[in-house]
């Protein structure tokens, strides 16, 4: 998605100001919620840990998933609204086995950040994905959302870099990134 900005001082601006909307829901202190685990290399306000699922209830490392249980396919999703230049993140506090249950999230999460017309731009299923802000060129002229997907955080954050630095933006602003497991009940 682009978005006209009539200079390239305030589309930075904007992008620096969506960047933080995200930074403020991450964990400052060292413990997370059941069922998450501290982001080895967190997105998020430098100093803080940024929590991330941990490994779905029934999963052993060795052996997989263990017998007589559910599996479940972990879904998530961003929303954008480039006039309002809101985004959305599906809650990374719910484990959503559903894609549409992940899109309904980030849509609400996107209108509850000021989008009027807010439109899903990733999903992503058993992996992990990183939103970063950039502009579509070197001239810095529109904004845009550079999605990356990976099997970790750090895979998923190169991966919308590489995106926006192959599109020529003169910069590339991390602005969330979650991951949606398979997880066993």
């Not at 904004?143 to 590489?162: L, R, S, W």
């Given at each position: 998605m682009n978005v006209e900005k009539s200079s390239a001082v305030p589309a930075m601006i904007a992008l620096l100001a969506i960047s933080s909307i995200y930074s403020s829901g991450v964990k400052a202190e060292q413990g997370c919620p059941d069922g998450f685990v501290p982001n080895a290399a967190p997105t998020g306000i430098p100093g803080q840990n940024q929590c991330i699922p941990g490994p779905p209830q029934g999963y052993d490392s060795g052996n997989g998933y263990s017998s007589g249980s559910s599996h479940h396919d972990g879904h998530g999703a961003f929303a954008f609204d480039p006039a309002a230049m809101a985004v959305g993140a599906s809650d990374i506090q719910t484990a959503f086995a559903r894609s549409w249950q992940a899109k309904w999230s980030a849509l609400r999460s996107c209108k509850k950040n000021g989008g009027t017309d807010c439109k899903i731009i990733a999903t992503f299923e058993n992996e992990c994905a990183a939103a970063v802000l950039g502009a579509t060129d070197s001239s810095n002229a529109k904004?845009?959302?550079?999605?990356?997907?990976?099997?970790?955080?750090?895979?998923?954050?190169?991966?919308?870099?590489?995106r926006c630095k192959a599109a020529g933006s003169p910069v590339c602003k991390a602005a969330y990134s979650d991951c949606a497991m398979p997880w066993q009940d």
């Open positions: 904004v845009t959302i550079y999605v990356g997907k990976g099997p970790n955080i750090d895979d998923a954050q190169g991966d919308a870099e590489q």
